[in-house]
């Protein structure tokens, strides 16, 4: 199973840019790197998913290097209610292979 | 928007009885899943289904069964909770297809065994 690790916090003010690695040694070929978001007493919720190189939605970048064993998920210019829990999911649905490990999360606090 | 409803936020229960959660979701969706959340912890798994009838466990199912009669309903049962089983549990869904690892995620259920 792919274990993944993360920083368990990270401290940034409004208006930086933040970057929050994952790393996932044992990477298997069909998996694909999800990130998510988790308010207090709400369910995670989907940001964004890559499988190598770069993707990039309106909310957030995802990087992949080649050797696909980390993820950084770069969040630009945040605001306060990006105060939240990051969670990395490496894994896949794909028949014969359905192992789907999250991270532990990481707590992001932004401050004024 | 994709609705992943859990029928409880919040149960207490007395250690012995047998606990169903529900979970339904509403964009048919094939696979479904159960994870637990304990501080420290993260997300861990315990069951998913990819159709109606069939599941797989996870990495943490003892003590834990399921059922998916219907392909939007899928229930998590505690046969006999006991007080290690208090914890979040979330419920989750996605799609088969090139979007099949984005899962969606219920509020939560807030379970406590006495």
């Known amino acids: 199973l792919a274990k993944t690790t993360q920083p368990i916090s990270m401290d940034s003010y409004e208006g930086q840019e933040v970057n929050i690695t994952c790393s996932h040694n044992?990477?298997?070929?069909?998996?694909?790197i999800t990130w998510y978001q988790q308010f207090p007493s709400q369910g995670p919720r989907f940001i964004i998913q890559?499988?190598?190189t770069k993707v990039t939605n309106e909310v957030a970048s995802l990087f992949i290097p080649a050797d696909r064993k980390s993820s950084t998920l770069s969040l630009p210019r945040v605001s306060l209610s990006d105060t939240a829990v990051y969670y990395c999911?490496?894994?896949?649905?794909?028949?014969?292979?359905?192992?789907?490990?999250f991270g532990s999360g990481t707590r992001l606090q932004v401050q004024p | 928007d994709v609705k992943v409803t859990q029928s409880s936020r919040y149960l207490v229960k007395r250690t012995g009885e047998k606990v169903f959660l529900e979970c339904v979701q509403d964009?048919?969706?094939?696979?479904m899943f159960w994870y637990r959340q304990d501080p420290g912890l993260g997300l861990r798994l315990i069951y998913f289904?990819?159709?109606?009838?069939?599941?797989e466990k996870g990495d943490i199912p003892e003590g834990y069964s399921v059922s998916r009669e219907k392909k939007e309903r899928f229930s998590l049962i505690l046969e006999s909770a006991s007080t290690n089983q208090t914890s979040m549990y979330l419920c989750?869904?996605?799609?088969?297809?090139?979007?099949?690892?984005?899962?969606?995620f219920g509020a939560g259920t807030r379970l406590s065994v006495l």
């Open positions: 989750a869904s996605s799609e088969s297809g090139y979007t099949k690892n984005i899962q969606y």
């Open positions: 044992n990477i298997a070929t069909n998996d694909y």
């Open positions: 890559g499988y190598k």
């Open positions: 999911l490496v894994g896949s649905m794909d028949t014969g292979r359905r192992a789907l490990t």
């Open positions: 964009m048919d969706h094939e696979n």
């Open positions: 289904s990819y159709d109606v009838k069939m599941k």
